[in-house]
């Protein structure tokens, strides 16, 4: 339903209007993601990341599910690298500053590029470690989709590769919990390294966009349930994954942000799902909440107010109340729960999940 035009989702930005190139395709032309280890690739892969694989001894067991968080960490790495190798293209292959990825100041060019030419390589070496790690414990690894990118200009591509990392950010927070409450500490410190990393790419993408580097004192929580729905809802060619089947987490219905440019203030925001799944009942809509999850704060459950169906699509509103001090900045996410809660946590949340997330990102 979603895939065929681009993401409506992402940052309370339509993007329905964007037709898109044809699908990234994987593998890229050094083979990646099929790379041994050692082999020539490996090296010049390394090189261009500035550093290498974690070169010790992975734990001799690990859980399923953590067997799980590997899986979606691979899948999202994969992701990233098809971004950033398409977005790298983008811009060598645009001349001037009048051209949508042209950079008319040369040494911002040449900045913007340094930067990413190590982001891209570091992510594949992200991806080959998880999916090393999954063969090390006698799983397969997992292999890329096709993609699609909302996105046809520089800024807007740095806009939502600040946004994914955030989700990333978030979302590695719960992977660590996960990891120590399933006895397997021995993965905690990769993961924080890279934590850390993706933190530091964050600050460059933030910098760019003329925002301060650190969004927020805690960064947004999120869960691997909400992260592997957004990435299919937003990028993935349906049907293009061969073994997402692998991967043990839900998709859910795809909660589309529909005011665009979402300002730092106390108000109503616009939102929207495909209620053909539900009749396109607005009924059944009545018992539904509006959660948002934003900082490491508990999450704020709304009222859906003005519930219209429009053939199969249900609009509604809800508060956004934002405050400076306590609730907005950064990355919000936004979902429709079949519960009103209160809920303790973004995982409790994700457990009443119907539709999300939609992404808010301000300041
Ligand atoms: C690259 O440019 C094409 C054509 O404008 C666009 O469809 C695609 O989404 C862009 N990709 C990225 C990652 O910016
Ligand atoms: C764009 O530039 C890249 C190098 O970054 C090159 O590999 C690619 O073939 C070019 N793509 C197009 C469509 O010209
Ligand atoms: C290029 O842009 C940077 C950052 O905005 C600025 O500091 C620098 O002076 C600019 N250089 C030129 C030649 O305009
Ligand atoms: C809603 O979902 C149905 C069933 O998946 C699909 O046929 C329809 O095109 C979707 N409508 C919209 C507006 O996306
Ligand atoms: C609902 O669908 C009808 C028939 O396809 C169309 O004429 C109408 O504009 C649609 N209404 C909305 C609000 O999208
Ligand atoms: C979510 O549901 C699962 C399965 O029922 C349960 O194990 C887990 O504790 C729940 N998580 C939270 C945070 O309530
Ligand atoms: C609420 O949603 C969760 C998650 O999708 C689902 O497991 C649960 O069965 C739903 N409960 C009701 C009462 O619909």
């Known amino acids: 339903m979603f895939f065929a035009v ?20 994987f593998p890229l032309s050094n083979g990646f993601p099929t ?15 500035h550093g290498s694989l974690p070169n010790g001894s992975p734990p001799p067991t690990i859980s399923d599910n ?3 968080s590997l ?16 977005l790298i293209s983008n811009i060598t292959n645009s001349t001037g500053g009048t051209q949508s990825y042209g950079i008319g100041n040369q040494s911002t060019r040449k900045t913007v590029l340094d930067a990413l030419n190590a982001v891209v390589a570091q992510e594949e070496l992200h991806a080959l470690n998880a999916n090393n790690a999954l063969a090390n414990f006698n799983s397969n690894p997992i292999q890329p989709c096709k993609y699609n990118f909302p996105v046809d200009t520089f800024s807007d591509a740095i806009k939502l590769a600040s946004t994914f990392t955030d989700v990333v950010l978030g979302t590695l927070q719960e992977v660590q919990t996960l990891f120590a409450i399933d006895g397997d500490a021995g993965l905690i410190s ?3 390294s890279v934590i850390g990393q993706e933190g530091e790419q964050n600050g460059f993408y933030r910098n760019t966009l003329g925002k301060i580097p650190s969004a927020l004192p805690f960064l947004t929580t999120m869960t691997r349930e909400f992260a592997f729905s957004s990435l299919n809802q937003d ?3 349906l049907g293009s994954c061969p073994n997402i089947n692998e991967i043990d987490l839900p998709i859910f219905g ?5 005011t665009s440019d979402i300002q730092p203030r106390s108000q109503n925001i616009e939102f929207s799902v495909n209620a053909s799944k539900y009749g396109g009942s607005d009924a059944q809509f009545s018992r539904f909440s509006l959660v948002y999850i934003n900082q490491q704060n508990n999450p704020v459950v709304e009222k859906l107010q003005d519930v219209r169906v429009q053939n199969n699509t249900v609009l509604f509103e809800a508060s956004f109340p934002f405050d400076e001090a306590t609730f907005g900045n950064g990355l919000t996410i936004a979902v429709v729960t079949n519960s009103s809660g209160p809920f303790s946590s973004a995982g ?7 539709f999300g997330p939609g992404l808010i990102q301000i300041n």
């Open 66 to 68: 953590s067997k799980t």
């Open 235 to 237: 990028f993935v060619v």
């Open 254 to 258: 795809t909660l589309t942000v529909v």
């Open 348 to 354: 409790a949340v994700a457990n009443a999940t119907v």
């Open 6 to 25: 681009a993401s409506a989702s992402l940052v309370g930005v339509s993007y329905l209007l964007f037709v898109s190139a044809a699908p990234f395709p």
């Open 190 to 192: 990769g993961v924080s």
């Open 35 to 49: 790379i041994s280890n050692p082999s020539a690739q490996l090296t010049t892969i390394e090189q261009q990341a």
């Open 71 to 86: 899986r979606l960490i691979a899948f999202n790495e994969l992701f990233e690298v098809a971004f950033f190798t398409e």
